[in-house]
């Protein structure tokens, strides 16, 4: 199997963004070496709910007509409609500068950025959509590596001379840095009247699909938000540097495969894609067994010899998270069958669900004044909830006909 795995345009385009994908993690891993001699749990933790409300506003920052771009077989029609994803992230955006203006003023931190950095974030994402429809998959690679290498020397220098609010100011830079220079590889224009016809015509991903991906990005992002709730800042720091060293590598992972999964999807009938989804599945699995258990067994060690002692506590965090992280690397990029397949009014219902119980673990858990019981009930229900997910997409949506 892994020979012919290896054989495949899949493996080989996913190659690709790995490549520079790894590039990105290596830095961030360094990045996270340091950070912590200049940082205390709670810098980390308002980070943490910067970034949980910036990533919340961006799915709804264009509509969801980014996820549209892959959809048309002309490439004219595909670039129209990321006109009309640029024009909708300028008009949303405007509408956040009073709410984060407000939030700013009362909770006296760098909020007054979210709607610069929601606005970059929608320039950015369609133009990646449009890219990776193309196939460009280096110069999707270069951009998140210009993300990254704007982001680092940036907070570092930031941080050194004491500027207050660096670790935001920092991420904000980076988005800023992806998004301008993404403008080389697409020149987005902004039209009112084509965002109201593309709204007309791919109606259902703002009905469905901002909504759906709306709720499932809360049900994660909003979880330091609601740990907040019930534990310290430092409890929340905790959790928010475990995530960002746990989501590193994953996101690697399910960055590269998904891209080019996406495109797969967009392009074979259910025949074929099943057995691409296999193919994934059983390389995923190759790839996540030993890490996985390695973080799951030695957890606290790891975190301990490579960050210091003070952050053997987020050791803790990763080895009752693993097992999330490991099921996000099966049903992340197969997830986007669901809107290829227009699968958009199930994916909603299946998010609302995954929300609320979600939330309801994180509550159920804080009340009991006890992290790990959150972390615990949290991760079981999120695993249940993946395991339906992946079955119905492979023995439900993928078994129907859908011609190439």
């Known amino acids: 199997m892994l020979g012919q795995l290896l054989k495949n345009d899949f493996v080989k385009n996913t190659s690709t963004l790995f490549s520079g994908l790894l590039v990105v993690q290596l830095l961030n891993f360094l990045f996270a070496l340091i950070l912590p001699r200049?940082?205390?749990?709670?810098?980390?933790?308002?980070?943490?709910?910067?970034?949980?409300?910036?990533?919340?506003?961006?799915?709804?920052?264009?509509?969801?007509?980014?996820?549209?771009?892959?959809l048309p077989e002309d490439t004219?029609?595909?670039?129209?409609?990321?006109?009309?994803?640029?024009?909708?992230?300028?008009?949303?955006?405007?509408?956040?500068?009073?709410?984060?203006?407000?939030?700013?003023?009362?909770?006296?931190?760098?909020?007054?950025?979210?709607?610069?950095?929601?606005?970059?974030?929608?320039?950015?994402?369609?133009?990646?959509?449009?890219?990776?429809?193309?196939?460009?998959?280096?110069?999707?690679?270069?951009?998140?590596?210009?993300?990254?290498?704007?982001?680092?020397?940036?907070?570092?220098?930031?941080?050194?001379?004491?500027?207050?609010h660096a670790l935001i100011i920092g991420f904000c830079m980076g988005i800023a840095a992806a998004a301008l220079f993404s403008l080389r590889y697409f020149q987005p224009r902004f039209n009112i009247t084509l965002l109201r016809d593309k709204l007309r015509e791919y109606g259902q991903f703002p009905r469905y699909g901002t909504w759906s991906a709306l709720i499932n990005n809360l049900s994660r992002n909003s979880i330091p938000l609601l740990l907040a709730q019930f534990f310290s800042s430092g409890t929340v720091g905790i959790y928010s540097y475990a995530t960002r060293l746990l989501g590193a590598p994953s996101g690697l992972y399910t960055g590269a495969v998904g891209q080019v999964y996406w495109q797969a999807a967009s392009k074979e009938d259910n025949r074929e894609l099943r057995k691409t989804t296999l193919r994934l599945m059983a390389w995923t699995l190759l790839l996540a067994c030993i890490p996985a258990i390695a973080i799951a067994v030695y957890g606290q060690e790891i975190f301990a010899v490579l960050f210091g002692n003070v952050w053997r506590e987020a050791g803790k965090v990763a080895q009752y998270l693993i097992l999330w992280y490991v099921a996000?690397?099966?049903?992340?990029?197969?997830?986007?069958?669901?809107?290829?397949?227009?699968?958009?009014?199930?994916?909603?219902?299946?998010?609302?669900?995954?929300?609320?119980?979600?939330?309801?673990?994180?509550?159920?858990?804080?009340?009991?004044?006890?992290?790990?019981?959150?972390?615990?009930?949290?991760?079981?229900?999120?695993?249940?909830m993946h395991i339906y997910l992946l079955y119905f997409i492979y023995f439900k949506v993928l078994q129907d006909e859908y011609p190439a």
């Open 76 to 164: 004219a029609e595909a670039s129209s409609i990321v006109h009309a994803a640029y024009t909708g992230a300028g008009i949303f955006s405007i509408f956040l500068i009073i709410p984060a203006g407000l939030l700013a003023w009362f909770y006296q931190t760098a909020y007054l950025l979210i709607p610069l950095t929601v606005w970059l974030s929608g320039i950015q994402q369609p133009i990646v959509v449009w890219l990776n429809k193309t196939g460009q998959y280096k110069r999707i690679s270069t951009l998140r590596i210009i993300q990254v290498a704007t982001t680092i020397p940036a907070t570092l220098l930031l941080l050194i001379v004491q500027v207050p």
């Open 328 to 384: 996000g690397l099966f049903i992340t990029p197969v997830s986007v069958v669901l809107d290829v397949r227009n699968k958009l009014s199930f994916e909603l219902k299946y998010n609302i669900v995954l929300f609320i119980g979600r939330a309801a673990a994180i509550v159920a858990g804080g009340l009991t004044g006890n992290f790990y019981i959150s972390l615990l009930l949290f991760v079981a229900f999120s695993m249940l």
């Open 38 to 70: 200049y940082c205390l749990p709670s810098d980390f933790a308002v980070l943490g709910i910067f970034t949980s409300l910036v990533l919340i506003l961006n799915e709804l920052v264009n509509a969801k007509l980014d996820m549209a771009v892959m």
